[in-house]
Nanobody, 123 residues
C-alpha cells in the first residue's frame, strides 16, 4: 500500500514556474514507477510525465516536453515535477501516481493516486 500526498500547486502567470512535490508513505517506494497526470475541467485525465523506479528513465507528454522535469529521491520517498514556461493550457488538477507495472501513459495502469493539487496559469 502506498499513500501519496501532493503539494506545491497554486496560481501563476503565464511564463512562470511551479514545482510540485509528492510525498509517498508505505513500503518499497523505490520499486514503483512514479508519475503525474492532470485533469482540466470537462476533459479526461491525461498523462504528463513518469519516472522509472530507479530514476534512470523519464517519460514526458509531447505537450510538456522541454518545459517540465520529473525527478525522484528514493531516500526521501519523494517525486517532484518542475514546471517552467507555464501556459494557460497547463491549468488543471495534477495527480501524483504510482504503479509497479503497466503502460506508462494509461491512467488505469496506476494503482495509487494522490488527492490532487490545483495548478492555475493566468494569461
Amino acid at each position: 500500500q502506498v499513500q501519496l500526498v501532493e503539494s506545491g500547486g497554486g496560481l501563476v502567470q503565464a511564463g512562470g514556474s511551479l514545482r510540485l512535490s509528492c510525498a509517498a508513505s508505505g513500503r518499497n517506494f523505490s520499486t514503483f514507477r512514479m508519475g503525474w497526470f492532470r485533469q482540466a475541467p470537462v476533459k479526461e485525465r491525461e498523462f504528463v510525465s513518469a519516472i522509472s523506479a530507479s530514476g534512470g528513465t523519464t517519460y514526458y507528454a509531447d505537450s510538456v516536453k522541454g518545459r517540465f522535469t520529473i525527478s525522484r529521491d528514493n531516500v526521501k520517498n519523494t517525486v517532484d515535477l518542475q514546471m517552467n514556461s507555464l501556459k494557460p493550457e497547463d491549468t488543471a488538477v495534477y495527480y501524483c501516481v504510482a504503479t509497479l507495472r503497466g503502460p506508462v501513459v494509461v491512467p488505469t495502469a496506476y494503482n495509487y493516486w494522490g488527492q490532487g493539487t490545483q495548478v492555475t496559469v493566468s494569461s
